[in-house]
């Protein structure tokens, strides 16, 4: 089709009813391959390094519990704010536990992103989301923020 096109554009300009035909076809070709799923753009697509995190507001205990990293047992517990247990296994942060989530996230989640090297962001957004959902586990997959 696009060989006609281009033949034809060397002999003679184009009516305007044969642009609008070329242009409903283009339209559509491009429509099609946009809705095939193998050329949707997505995250997965990409090669993000994704982080996957399972949050869960306990409405009973009023505390939300952040899982970092699946299996395993934590092997030490740091309270890095008075609101914010952080348990460890080799050094590194498992588990985040915000207490009484309904005096604020914001301040106890960066108290602990910044002493663990933790994206804060992510972390506020996973205890959002276990807020919207209590007494169920949501699960969130953020990308990795790439180096500026």
Request: glycine content about 4%; proline content about 3%; hydrophobic content about 50%.
């Amino acid at each position: 089709m696009l060989n006609r096109l281009w033949h034809r554009l060397g002999k003679q300009a184009l009516t305007n009813t044969e642009i609008h035909v070329w242009l409903d076809w283009i339209d559509t070709a491009v429509r099609s391959l946009w809705l095939s799923q193998a050329t949707i753009p997505t995250l997965s697509s990409r090669r993000f390094r994704m982080i996957d995190m399972r949050a869960d507001y306990d409405s009973t205990a009023n505390a939300i519990s952040i899982a970092l990293d699946r299996g395993g047992r934590a092997e030490q517990a740091d309270q890095v704010h008075s609101r914010a247990v952080v348990a460890l296994r080799d050094s590194r942060p498992i588990e985040l536990q915000l207490l009484y989530p309904d005096l604020g996230i914001e301040e106890p989640v960066l108290a602990v992103a910044a002493r663990y090297g933790l994206d804060w962001e992510a972390l506020v957004a996973a205890a959002q989301a276990a807020l919207a959902a209590p007494d169920r586990t949501v699960t969130l997959a953020v990308a990795v923020r790439s180096a500026a």
